[in-house]
């Protein structure tokens, strides 16, 4: 079982910036891939981000892309997502996710592992 736990939410304005970070624990494995994703209000969870552990391989949503930024500590098992140049559409409940294996998905389906989530949210 691997336990996942999301810091690094809070309230900023339009254009600034948040860094969250999610801490995974327990049978993580060597071979995984770490995801965010978001959910906002009456909206379906849509991927966000997501880096392969040890390859180092990245993907970004369209709407993130040359905004956000995916990084990783294997050595913490730990993942962090830089995000830069908010605005009020970020505003979501971010939530962390694990998978095994190296390739990355993009349906939450393929991700077996959750965080309990943390509140982003950009004012106008």
């Known amino acids: 079982q691997v336990q996942l736990e999301e810091a690094g939410g809070g309230l900023v304005q339009t254009g600034g910036s948040l860094r969250l970070s999610c801490a995974a624990s327990?049978?993580?494995?060597?071979?995984?891939?770490m995801g965010w994703f978001r959910q906002a209000p009456g909206k379906e969870r849509e991927f966000v981000a997501a880096?392969?552990?040890?390859?180092?391989?990245?993907s970004y949503a369209t709407s993130v892309k040359g905004r956000f930024t995916i990084s990783s500590d294997n050595a913490k098992n730990a993942v962090y997502l830089q995000m830069n140049s908010l605005k009020p559409e970020d505003t979501a409940v971010y939530y962390c996710a694990t998978r095994v294996g190296g390739i990355i998905a993009y349906s939450g389906s393929a991700y077996s592992n959750w965080g309990q989530g943390t509140q982003v949210t950009v004012s106008s």
């Open positions: 880096i392969s552990r040890g390859g180092g391989i990245t």
């Open positions: 327990g049978r993580t494995g060597s071979s995984y891939t």
